[in-house]
């Protein structure tokens, strides 16, 4: 018992060192962003019948790579005692493997779609996240927080193609028949990136639990449930066919992946959310948006209708205004003396 509390007691006394926490995130972020280009050179020449599956393995070794991370960060930080002092809870469970299928589908919706709409139909994740604390926990939602929610779901409805424009008039529906030769099953692989936005949220909302779990121990556990459910995932898709495909080529992208945006990204994560407050640590983490952006225009010249366009300035704004908004409320309080 004194053990324990001398540990959380050592937490609260921690000095955040905010420069070290903002550059963490921002190379975090980076790594977050640079997903689905690493994944292209990792299934480059697979046929899109592969790729469809393929993100299933590839986020199983990348949440493997992070597992292996975070048990070193764990050996050397000394919390092998804390870990098996931490009692593991049915929450930390389904918030590693809500997070590991998050990431499988959207690995497989980089593919499938532009990056920018995988990237932008993943931060649908506090929308829903939102829905099932009001439902569960009942947790209230202010009249501008519902607002800033509503445009993340408007903004949802033209990026996956509810909502778009054809031949000059507004037409609503999804016609999962639609694609491109470039993106042969497009809808599919919105589809996938929506999916992969209800599991963030899923992750996010069961992550608000059991927040006395220390952070290395949580992400310990986090990473091996999450392996668990992308090896289980594997296993039912089978993307065996494609990994079997696999070019000398392809295993070095894959490995770059498990490597930049599983350890380094997924390390220096812990690194920023040790070190900056929420509002900054979820300000930063949009910058992979920005690199997402930066990488589908310049690397793979990707061009986004202008429903889609607009869709994701909505998801974006929505998801960004609570944060600002928090962030201005508190430098306009007094301070204590």
């Known amino acids: ?6 540990a959380e007691s050592s937490v609260t006394e921690y000095v955040m060192n905010k420069k070290l ?3 963490a995130m921002l190379l975090s972020a980076t790594g977050m962003g640079l997903v ?3 994944s292209r050179g990792a299934t480059s020449g697979l046929a899109h019948a592969d790729k469809s599956v393929i993100g299933s393995f590839l986020a199983f070794g990348r949440m493997t790579v992070g597992l292996l991370g975070f048990t070193l960060i764990l050996i050397f930080t000394r919390k092998v005692g804390l870990f098996h002092r931490t009692r593991l809870s049915t929450t930390v469970i389904l918030g590693g493997v809500s997070i590991g299928l998050s990431l499988g589908c959207y690995i497989s919706s980089t593919l499938m779609t532009t990056m920018t709409n995988a990237v932008f139909l993943i931060y649908t994740g506090p929308l829903f996240c939102a829905l099932l604390a ?3 926990r009942k947790e209230r939602i202010s009249v501008l927080s519902g607002v800033f929610l509503s445009l993340v779901f408007l903004g949802m409805l033209p990026t996956i193609g509810i909502i778009d424009i054809k031949n000059g008039s507004l037409t609503f529906g999804l016609d999962l028949s639609t694609g491109s030769p470039k993106f042969p099953q497009k809808s599919l692989g919105d589809l996938l990136g929506l999916l992969s936005g209800v599991f ?3 992750a996010l ?7 006395d779990v220390d952070s290395v121990v949580r992400g310990v556990w986090n990473f ?3 392996a668990c459910a992308t090896l289980a995932m594997s ?10 495909s696999f070019t000398a080529a392809n295993w070095m992208w894959a490995v770059v992946l498990f490597v930049v945006c599983g350890l380094f990204a997924l390390g220096f994560l812990v690194v920023a959310g040790r070190n900056l407050p929420a509002v900054e640590y979820s300000t930063i983490s949009y910058w992979e948006c920005a690199v997402v952006i930066v990488c589908s225009l310049l690397i793979w010249k990707e061009q986004l209708s202008p429903m889609e366009i607009i869709g994701g300035l909505l998801i974006v704004g929505g998801g960004l205004a609570p944060i600002v908004v928090d962030a201005v409320s508190r430098k306009s309080r007094p301070s204590k003396a």
């Open 134 to 136: 009001r439902i569960f």
């Open 36 to 38: 689905g280009t690493i």
């Open 1 to 6: 018992m004194s053990q324990t509390s001398s």
């Open 235 to 244: 296993i039912v898709l089978r993307p065996w066919h494609g990994v079997a």
């Open 205 to 211: 909302f069961f992550y608000g639990y059991r927040k």
């Open 200 to 202: 963030y949220g899923l």
């Open 224 to 226: 091996f449930w999450a």
């Open 21 to 23: 926490g903002a550059i």
